[in-house]
């Protein structure tokens, strides 16, 4: 078990940040995960990467603050202080957020102020935001496994378990990971350009759940895959069986059901819809977790948009563990997704040489949110309207039809 940490340790900063001697790394994460990050930052030493900076939160002293202090007080705390992504971010740092999730933490907090206190992180991290959307810094984020975890998903404190799942999604247990992943995304990277030379104009999207949801897609849209010949070039999901674009964000029209809870700052959301006319999200409501739901859609103008259509076989190796992880990063990879709020630049042709005012014009959507949630089910159908007023099935059953 140590020896694959160790290795799953190093293909994070090799196989997916794709650092190499005399770069620099900024680490995020728990310190419920240290040992983990020491891993991280001793595999970095035996490369070469010396200077690295880390962020260790403490999440048990920053739920003290949201149960006993004040908005201003909170926001006021040097430990939820973030404006340090900025600095890093310009300094030339690649970013890895090793992701622990915590399900149901914050349930007895506040909805209303986790809320208006991520709306203020987000807003301190502007430049860090810019840097990432236009490609110019290495990002990553990954998973890794703590007992809270563990014993919510499993019934007991079996972390080892976690892990091991952790291992076989991830391909850690390969005797070599980034050959594997290369092999993997490069299928990936077939499918985004079958795409591509499809000339979609829209999508549309319908289940026995009632969802019911016409996308509209830019003119030059491109479909992407963590493998593309960008710049940085690094994978920055962990893992990833996704092709995803950016929707002309007036062009979505019609009723979407998710299809799995989703955890969003420590609460859960299940058994929600979203309704759209003309791209923007007009009525939604949630069985479970409506104050958070409704916290995302109304945190500024974007984030009543679509930024992201991803497309996820049904029967991907993520979904067919049948765990649900309650990790976005994992749980977005089991099932096709769309996200509330910021696209991305990549998505369009040339949009990385392009500014902001430009990409708007082209239909992207910009916002301080980008959650996803999840929509494929077992009965999913997507079809395909091209340019000349064909369509065709791109996937049935909830998994792409096969070419």
């Known amino acids: 078990m140590d020896e694959l940490k160790r290795k799953y340790a190093r293909f994070l900063i090799e196989g997916c940040l794709k650092l190499k001697k005399g770069d620099k790394l900024f680490i995020i994460g728990y310190n419920l995960i240290e040992d983990f990050i020491h891993l991280v930052i001793e595999e970095a030493n035996k490369m070469g990467i010396t200077d690295i900076k880390t962020l260790i939160n403490d999440p048990f002293k920053q739920k003290e603050l949201y149960l006993s202090k004040s908005y201003e007080e909170i926001i006021s705390n040097p430990m939820m202080d973030r404006t340090m992504y900025n600095d890093m971010a310009k300094e030339g740092y690649a970013f890895l957020s090793l992701s622990s999730t915590l399900p149901h933490f914050y349930e007895d907090v506040d909805a209303s102020l986790l809320s208006k206190v991520s709306r203020y992180q987000q807003k301190s991290i502007s430049v860090y935001k810019e840097y990432q959307l236009k490609g110019l810094i290495k990002w990553n984020i990954s998973a890794v496994p703590n007992k809270i975890w563990a014993k919510d998903l499993f019934l007991e404190e079996n972390e080892e378990r976690?892990?091991?799942?952790?291992?076989?999604?991830?391909?850690i247990k390969e005797e070599n990971p980034i050959l594997a992943w290369t092999e993997k995304l490069n299928k990936l990277k077939a499918r985004a350009h079958y795409l591509n030379e499809m000339n979609i104009d829209h999508l549309i999207y319908r289940n026995s759940l009632g969802t019911d949801l016409e996308i509209g897609l830019p003119k030059n849209y491109l479909f992407c895959s963590a493998l593309e010949d960008t710049e940085n070039g690094n994978i920055v999901n962990m893992p990833t069986e996704e092709v995803f674009t950016s929707p002309d964000r007036f062009r979505v029209n019609g009723k979407v059901y998710s299809s799995k809870p989703l955890l969003h700052n420590g609460s859960?959301?299940?058994?929600?819809?979203?309704?759209?006319?003309?791209?923007?999200?007009?009525?939604?409501?949630?069985?479970?977790?409506?104050?958070?739901?409704?916290?995302?859609?109304?945190?500024?103008?974007?984030?009543?948009?679509?930024?992201?259509?991803?497309?996820?076989?049904?029967?991907?190796?993520?979904?067919?563990?049948?765990?649900?992880?309650?990790?976005?990063?994992?749980?977005?990879?089991?099932?096709?997704?769309?996200?509330?709020?910021?696209?991305?630049?990549?998505?369009?042709?040339?949009?990385?040489?392009?500014?902001?005012?430009?990409?708007?014009?082209?239909?992207?959507?910009?916002?301080?949110?980008?959650?996803?949630?999840?929509?494929?089910?077992?009965?999913?159908?997507?079809?395909?309207?091209?340019?000349?007023?064909?369509?065709?099935?791109?996937?049935?059953?909830?998994?792409?039809?096969?070419?």
């Open 268 to 403: 859960i959301i299940e058994n929600f819809w979203l309704e759209f006319q003309d791209g923007k999200i007009v009525q939604y409501g949630a069985e479970v977790g409506y104050e958070t739901l409704k916290g995302i859609i109304e945190t500024d103008e974007g984030s009543h948009y679509l930024g992201e259509v991803a497309l996820v076989d049904y029967n991907s190796p993520i979904s067919l563990t049948n765990v649900l992880f309650k990790n976005t990063l994992y749980d977005e990879n089991a099932s096709c997704h769309f996200a509330i709020g910021q696209s991305f630049g990549e998505c369009i042709l040339d949009g990385l040489k392009k500014t902001k005012e430009e990409l708007q014009e082209l239909g992207l959507n910009f916002s301080q949110e980008h959650v996803d949630f999840f929509v494929g089910t077992s009965d999913l159908e997507i079809k395909a309207v091209l340019q000349n007023g064909e369509e065709t099935v791109i996937m049935k059953e909830g998994n792409f039809v096969e070419v």
């Open 162 to 171: 976690l892990w091991n799942l952790i291992f076989d999604i991830c391909l």
